[in-house]
């Protein structure tokens, strides 16, 4: 069995602590609030010099509905004419970013995020990849990573031929749960046959990839309930799936306080929703990649997982760790070599930014050589669940056990514990430890180490 996971209720109980998801490390939290566009300036330089190729994301933070669990930067409205003057300031900073850059760098992955990328109308999301075609090199020959999040209710066949036509070939669809009980709860009514007709849509059209997205831990979620969204979706025979868990933080996210308390599950229901979904999804032939993401066996990322080639970043797992991240639009992550920067996550300032021809950098960090070193073995683990000492000792010129020391109790413990083999000459995480492996990472983390921090979800 590919990665296979052995489910341990007693060490998920003492290892399942608040970290971070290790889309970027250091994480956002660390970022400094003095990074200037001048700084992301000078490394598109570096880059543009380097001919490195790219990876593009795009943030369209506007949502007609609400969905109370959401924790993502979104706007809600109705109002479909509020596109166009955020449009606009997104055009300027394609037309800026791009200056920076050459020709001769190639968009190789992406990918439209939110909020819901398809509250832009057709017209809009034409003009939109028009002018991304106009100032990037995207490919013409649908050999790129092009992908778009699709809520189900927001989209029906015309929208998906209209995005196949304007270069898409990926499709993620935001399902979360089907049972209408918890739908109700959440906010976000939609059936089984609104995401089948997508799929039809997307599997005649020749996308070569469509994933959905499902949470556990959401009010009124039961095992037979949950148990029962998950069959219907392996029926539907999705390429890859995320199955990501609900943080229950009303005085972070203030959507989510129109959730009833009462109505999550306890910790025990919790864990037990977990537990079947793994073992539910390892039935129907899903192959665990790490960190909530499956997918079959002749998927393009376990095909990398097998080969060496898999990468993850703020855009999930990919296979393009060789590319700079570029983030455009509100509240956008952009990693450019050893600089990380985020735009500004406030709307108005945003737009206003662009407007006065100025780029929405409002935070950031550059990496410091510990933090490549540190970054290079949590990615390593996530990716692979392994790793050799000798590849990053040749790689930064350090000794590994000596560099390491302070963490090799933790690791002896864990070790102990059966969550990993720790060998004189590496690391492996055993099935009891792949679903912890951020806890597994935050041994690694200078910053977070194990401490509790409220800012994070738990681990599992």
């Given at each position: 069995?590919f990665n296979p996971i052995r ?5 998920i109980r003492?290892?399942?602590?608040p970290?971070p ?6 994480a956002v939290?660390q970022f400094?609030?003095?990074?200037s566009?001048?700084?992301l300036?000078y490394a ?22 609400l969905c109370?669990?959401c ?12 596109a ?10 394609i037309?800026?970013?791009s200056?920076?850059l050459?020709?001769d760098q190639?968009?190789?992955?992406l ?20 002018k991304l075609?106009?100032?990037f ?13 699709i ?9 998906i031929g209209?995005?196949r036509?304007?270069g ?6 935001g399902v979360?749960d ?6 109700r ?5 939609q ?8 799929m039809?849509?997307g ?5 070569r990839?469509?994933n959905i997205?499902?949470?556990?831990g959401?009010?009124k979620?039961?095992p037979?309930s949950?148990a029962?969204t998950?069959t219907?979706?392996i029926e539907l025979r ?11 933080a009303?005085?972070?996210f ?11 599950p306890?910790e025990?229901?919790?864990?037990a929703?977990?537990?079947e ?5 390892g039935?129907a032939g899903?192959?665990?990649l790490?960190m ?5 066996a002749d ?7 097998e080969?060496g080639?898999?990468h ?6 990919s296979?393009?760790?060789?590319c700079?991240l570029?983030?455009?639009?509100v509240s956008?992550?952009?990693?450019v070599?050893?600089?990380y920067?985020?735009?500004?996550s406030?709307?108005?300032s945003?737009?206003?930014?662009l407007?006065s021809?100025?780029l ?5 960090l550059?990496?410091t050589?510990d933090?490549?070193?540190?970054r290079?073995?949590i990615?390593q683990?996530i990716?692979?669940?392994h790793?050799e000492f000798?590849d ?5 010129e350090?000794?590994?056990?000596e560099?390491?020391?302070?963490c090799?109790p933790v690791l002896?413990q864990?070790?102990?514990d059966?969550l ?5 000459g590496?690391?492996n995480?055993?099935?009891a430890?792949?679903?912890?492996v951020?806890?597994i990472?935050?041994?690694?983390d ?5 401490e509790e921090n409220p800012?994070?979800s738990?681990v599992?």
């Open positions: 069995m489910w341990d209720a007693d060490l003492r290892y399942d602590k970290g998801r290790y889309t970027t490390y250091p939290s400094h609030e003095d990074a566009a001048l700084v300036e598109l330089a570096a880059s543009k010099a380097a001919r490195r190729d790219l990876s593009l994301y795009l943030h369209v933070p506007f949502c007609a509905n109370h669990y924790a993502c930067d979104k706007v809600i409205t109705k109002d479909r004419s509020r166009r003057p955020y449009l606009q300031a997104l055009f300027r900073e037309e800026l970013i200056q920076s050459s020709r190639v968009v190789q992955q990918h439209l995020g939110g909020g819901t990328p398809t509250f832009l109308n057709h017209a809009e999301m034409r003009e939109l990849m028009d075609r106009s100032h090199s995207l490919h013409d020959d649908d050999t790129g990573d092009y992908g778009i999040e809520d189900p209710r927001e989209a029906d066949w015309s929208t209209m995005l036509e304007v898409f070939n990926q499709l993620s669809l979360q089907l049972d209408p009980d918890v739908q709860a959440i906010n976000r009514l059936s089984l046959e609104q995401v089948q007709a997508l039809d849509a599997r005649t059209l020749a996308y990839s469509i997205d499902l949470m556990y959401l009010p979620q039961t037979i949950f029962r998950l219907s979706i999705p390429d890859r799936l995320s199955l990501y868990d609900y943080a229950h009303p005085d972070q203030p959507s989510q306080r129109r959730i009833v308390a009462a109505d999550l306890a025990k229901i919790r864990l929703l977990l537990e979904s793994v073992k539910q999804l039935h899903y192959r665990y790490g909530g993401h499956f997918a079959l998927d393009a990322l376990s095909n990398a997982q080969t080639r898999l993850h970043d703020v855009q999930g797992y296979i393009h760790g060789d700079d570029l983030g455009l639009g956008a992550i952009s990693q070599g050893d600089l920067t985020q735009n500004d406030d709307l108005r945003y737009q206003y930014s407007e021809g100025q929405a950098t409002s935070k950031g550059v990496c050589t933090d490549r070193i540190r290079a073995i990615a683990l990716c692979y669940f790793l000798a990053i000792e040749k790689r930064f350090i000794v590994f056990r560099y390491f020391a302070d090799w002896e864990m070790h102990r059966g990993v083999q720790l060998g004189e590496g690391l995480i055993l099935p430890g792949r679903l912890l951020r806890s990472c935050m041994v690694f200078a910053y977070q180490a194990l800012r994070y738990r599992i």
